[in-house]
């Protein structure tokens, strides 16, 4: 188990912006970052990462949290897992407690797999490098297709031995459970029970998460044995999902960001070529057709990709239908194909990073020009294909969301298949419609099948607000960003005058504003009715209490993890563009660039006022109609009622016409 110590280390070392720079492409706004949502589908960037409080918050998805909680989220770690990941990436030494052999039988099933995993694809490259039939077979089969022993060890590449269980043998005997052995694919335990190696005789190509992490396996085998796949991929597992990975994306995802277009190629050696030739920005779909998982996953990145296409016609069509995907994503996507005979891998060794570059800007088209210049040649003369080839390519256009982009495709597939922009307008047009019609008959379809529970709009038709919730969430607010900050406050104290009477007077004092958040709520004999707020008042309260400093990471680091969510949330809230007509619901707390006692003084008033009026109303519903009942008592409670919210109204400056309608 690791050291509170190192945690420690680690919280203060790691920074947010940082780590999650490495997977999503962050511009700056203000003192903040924003990207698009590593959790959600979206053209507009809703995600925010603040260096200063060294949080995040996905106003897409709900999720928010600290660094730790970034990673676990995205990454699906364990807690553990994200702080070895931090300390590794800061190099940050793990001290560890050893643990108990319950501690060790708690280790769920995704840990084991990655530590199986890790395992693999360690033992794979010592085999290539250290066993004589690894260096004879597989490092020279690496060394013909030309990579280096840098890029090798690079990519991690390694070698499978021949034997039918070779590696199981290994593993078992080094105190790996068959059972997770089975679950990563890497064995196959037959009817017997004997362990059978899945990547036998093969070279082996680990595929790693943007983290990193590995995640499974593709071997290629390199005897001609015709009835075994030339390629074999690990099974689809709780790790490894073919359609949601990239071969190449951890170690082109900076290159990527930084050069703002991705090169996507279909093979692991296409991959591997381009890197070691300099052109990192490359990434594999692995041979499987392109998914909108894949494409996501490189528009956190960038919005734009190049895809490069083998020189054979029958691929480049049978490709075709992942340029329309990648259109649906709002991405610009441009295609270059190779020379006849030719794949990215085998131009990439015959020329420098120079020549290769030059051909690939040369070369590129934009998916217009490309679907007119392979398919022209088969419509010719013909007017019947050049019509049917006209209507796909105007399908492509109506793929993207944006309208000007729509609209300058447009204008260039009119000039290039010479057709009139009208007719081509005309027909976009239909399709889009028939679109939206299909997609409003689908959300009825799902609308019959849920119940939609709609909120009541007040008369001035902004969305009804829970003004309490309100009040609370500025209260929990307060105590985040300003609790342990020292201010003078005004205490209203009672006196006898000289002539024996009673009066108020006012006496300035300095008080912690947690200490003044608390007493006046203790004063009121009021405790917050949201019971998710009234957990965290309380939690943060005793922080306070035991600790002089307050840190957020610190701080989130104790809570569990329905109080951290909502108090990142909070902390957040100020980069959140939507914003409440605060004044039309009666609900006017000063900006925060007023004195901070003053803020505090008028929120906590608000909270009274709010509060006084419910009584209020509640005191009408018991005054009777009746001619001969006797509501003097209650209109009597009602006026001293009345006459605490004109104390507030006067304290805040603020008018009482609503209390009086």
């Given at each position: 188990m690791i050291t509170q110590s190192t945690i420690d280390t680690v919280f203060e070392t790691a920074r947010v912006?940082?780590?999650?720079?490495?997977?999503?492409?962050?511009?700056?706004?203000?003192?903040?970052?924003?990207?698009?949502?590593?959790?959600?589908n979206e053209r507009s960037p809703s995600f925010m990462v603040s260096p200063v409080k060294q949080i995040w918050k996905d106003f897409s998805s709900g999720k928010g949290g600290n660094v730790v909680a970034f990673l676990m989220e995205h990454e699906h770690f364990t807690y553990p897992e994200a702080i070895r990941y931090l300390a590794k990436k800061y190099n940050i030494e793990i001290e560890e407690v050893v643990q108990s052999d319950e501690q060790k039988a708690t280790v769920d099933l995704r840990e084991s797999l990655f530590l199986v995993s890790e395992y693999a694809n360690q033992y794979f490259q010592k085999t290539l490098f250290e066993s004589e039939e690894g260096k004879s077979i597989g490092l020279t089969y690496f060394k013909e297709r030309g990579f280096t022993t840098e890029t090798i060890k690079k990519f991690g590449l390694g070698y499978s031995p021949q034997a039918w269980d070779a590696f199981s043998k290994v593993a078992v005997a080094n105190g790996y459970k068959t059972e997770?052995?089975?679950?990563?694919?890497l064995t196959i335990v037959k009817e017997d029970q004997s362990l059978l190696d899945r990547f036998r005789g093969r070279v082996m190509f680990p595929i790693q998460s943007m983290s990193g992490r590995t995640l499974g396996f593709g071997g290629r085998i390199l005897t001609n044995d015709k009835k075994a796949a030339k390629y074999l991929n690990s099974p689809e597992s709780e790790l490894y999902h073919k359609s949601k990975v990239l071969y190449g994306i951890f170690h082109a995802k900076q290159?990527?960001?930084?050069?703002?277009?991705?090169?996507?190629?279909?093979?692991?050696?296409?991959?591997?070529?381009?890197?070691?030739?300099?052109?990192?920005?490359?990434?594999?779909?692995?041979g499987t057709a392109l998914t909108p998982d894949q494409i996501r996953l490189i528009n956190r990145l960038t919005k734009n990709i190049t895809v490069l296409f083998d020189g054979d016609a029958a691929g480049l069509r049978a490709s075709l239908r992942g340029i329309d995907l990648i259109l649906e994503e709002g991405m610009n996507v441009r295609v270059c194909s190779f020379p006849d005979g030719e794949d990215p891998d085998s131009f990439a060794k015959k020329y420098n990073f120079e020549e290769i570059t030059n051909y690939l800007e040369s070369n590129s088209k934009d998916f217009i020009q490309f679907k007119a210049s392979l398919l022209m040649e088969d419509a010719k003369n013909d007017p019947i294909k050049k019509a049917d080839l006209i209507r796909e390519i105007v399908v492509s256009i109506s793929k993207i969301p944006d309208r000007i982009q729509r609209e300058i495709y447009i204008q260039e597939c009119s000039r290039i298949m010479d057709i009139s922009e009208q007719v081509l307008v005309s027909t976009l047009a239909q399709l889009i419609q028939k679109d939206i019609a299909d997609a409003g008959k689908k959300q009825k379809q799902e609308q019959k099948s849920l119940e939609v529970v709609k909120e009541e709009t007040v008369s001035n038709g902004n969305q009804k607000i829970d003004v309490q919730y309100e009040i609370e969430r500025k209260i929990i607010e307060i105590l985040l960003l300003y609790g342990n900050t020292e201010d003078e406050f005004e205490d209203t104290l009672l006196r006898t005058n000289a002539e024996g009477e009673v009066e108020e007077y006012t006496e300035k004092r300095n008080y912690k504003v947690f200490e003044r958040v608390y007493l006046s709520l203790q004063e009121d004999e009021v405790e917050l009715a949201n019971p998710l707020f009234r957990a965290i008042f309380n939690n943060i309260i005793n922080y306070y209490r035991q600790s002089e400093n307050f840190s957020t990471e610190q701080y989130l680091m104790q809570l569990p993890q329905e109080l951290a969510q909502e108090v990142t949330d909070v902390l957040m809230e100020d980069e959140k563009v939507v914003l409440h007509n605060w004044e039309a619901q009666n609900i006017i707390v000063k900006e925060k660039t007023h004195s901070i006692a003053q803020y505090v003084t008028e929120t906590i008033l608000t909270l009274r006022w709010f509060l006084v009026d419910k009584i209020i109303e509640e005191l009408k519903k018991d005054i009777s109609s009746e001619p001969e009942a006797d509501n003097s008592e209650t209109l009597s409670l009602a006026m001293d009622y009345y006459k605490l919210i004109g104390s507030f109204s006067s304290k805040l400056g603020r008018v009482m016409s609503r209390y009086h309608s």
């Amino acid at each position: 188990m690791i050291t509170q110590s190192t945690i420690d280390t680690v919280f203060e070392t790691a920074r947010v912006e940082e780590v999650i720079g490495d997977f999503v492409h962050l511009k700056r706004a203000g003192s903040n970052f924003k990207g698009l949502s590593p959790f959600s589908n979206e053209r507009s960037p809703s995600f925010m990462v603040s260096p200063v409080k060294q949080i995040w918050k996905d106003f897409s998805s709900g999720k928010g949290g600290n660094v730790v909680a970034f990673l676990m989220e995205h990454e699906h770690f364990t807690y553990p897992e994200a702080i070895r990941y931090l300390a590794k990436k800061y190099n940050i030494e793990i001290e560890e407690v050893v643990q108990s052999d319950e501690q060790k039988a708690t280790v769920d099933l995704r840990e084991s797999l990655f530590l199986v995993s890790e395992y693999a694809n360690q033992y794979f490259q010592k085999t290539l490098f250290e066993s004589e039939e690894g260096k004879s077979i597989g490092l020279t089969y690496f060394k013909e297709r030309g990579f280096t022993t840098e890029t090798i060890k690079k990519f991690g590449l390694g070698y499978s031995p021949q034997a039918w269980d070779a590696f199981s043998k290994v593993a078992v005997a080094n105190g790996y459970k068959t059972e997770f052995l089975e679950a990563s694919g890497l064995t196959i335990v037959k009817e017997d029970q004997s362990l059978l190696d899945r990547f036998r005789g093969r070279v082996m190509f680990p595929i790693q998460s943007m983290s990193g992490r590995t995640l499974g396996f593709g071997g290629r085998i390199l005897t001609n044995d015709k009835k075994a796949a030339k390629y074999l991929n690990s099974p689809e597992s709780e790790l490894y999902h073919k359609s949601k990975v990239l071969y190449g994306i951890f170690h082109a995802k900076q290159a990527i960001a930084k050069l703002n277009n991705c090169y996507l190629v279909e093979g692991y050696t296409d991959v591997i070529q381009f890197h070691q030739n300099g052109i990192e920005n490359t990434v594999a779909s692995s041979g499987t057709a392109l998914t909108p998982d894949q494409i996501r996953l490189i528009n956190r990145l960038t919005k734009n990709i190049t895809v490069l296409f083998d020189g054979d016609a029958a691929g480049l069509r049978a490709s075709l239908r992942g340029i329309d995907l990648i259109l649906e994503e709002g991405m610009n996507v441009r295609v270059c194909s190779f020379p006849d005979g030719e794949d990215p891998d085998s131009f990439a060794k015959k020329y420098n990073f120079e020549e290769i570059t030059n051909y690939l800007e040369s070369n590129s088209k934009d998916f217009i020009q490309f679907k007119a210049s392979l398919l022209m040649e088969d419509a010719k003369n013909d007017p019947i294909k050049k019509a049917d080839l006209i209507r796909e390519i105007v399908v492509s256009i109506s793929k993207i969301p944006d309208r000007i982009q729509r609209e300058i495709y447009i204008q260039e597939c009119s000039r290039i298949m010479d057709i009139s922009e009208q007719v081509l307008v005309s027909t976009l047009a239909q399709l889009i419609q028939k679109d939206i019609a299909d997609a409003g008959k689908k959300q009825k379809q799902e609308q019959k099948s849920l119940e939609v529970v709609k909120e009541e709009t007040v008369s001035n038709g902004n969305q009804k607000i829970d003004v309490q919730y309100e009040i609370e969430r500025k209260i929990i607010e307060i105590l985040l960003l300003y609790g342990n900050t020292e201010d003078e406050f005004e205490d209203t104290l009672l006196r006898t005058n000289a002539e024996g009477e009673v009066e108020e007077y006012t006496e300035k004092r300095n008080y912690k504003v947690f200490e003044r958040v608390y007493l006046s709520l203790q004063e009121d004999e009021v405790e917050l009715a949201n019971p998710l707020f009234r957990a965290i008042f309380n939690n943060i309260i005793n922080y306070y209490r035991q600790s002089e400093n307050f840190s957020t990471e610190q701080y989130l680091m104790q809570l569990p993890q329905e109080l951290a969510q909502e108090v990142t949330d909070v902390l957040m809230e100020d980069e959140k563009v939507v914003l409440h007509n605060w004044e039309a619901q009666n609900i006017i707390v000063k900006e925060k660039t007023h004195s901070i006692a003053q803020y505090v003084t008028e929120t906590i008033l608000t909270l009274r006022w709010f509060l006084v009026d419910k009584i209020i109303e509640e005191l009408k519903k018991d005054i009777s109609s009746e001619p001969e009942a006797d509501n003097s008592e209650t209109l009597s409670l009602a006026m001293d009622y009345y006459k605490l919210i004109g104390s507030f109204s006067s304290k805040l400056g603020r008018v009482m016409s609503r209390y009086h309608s």
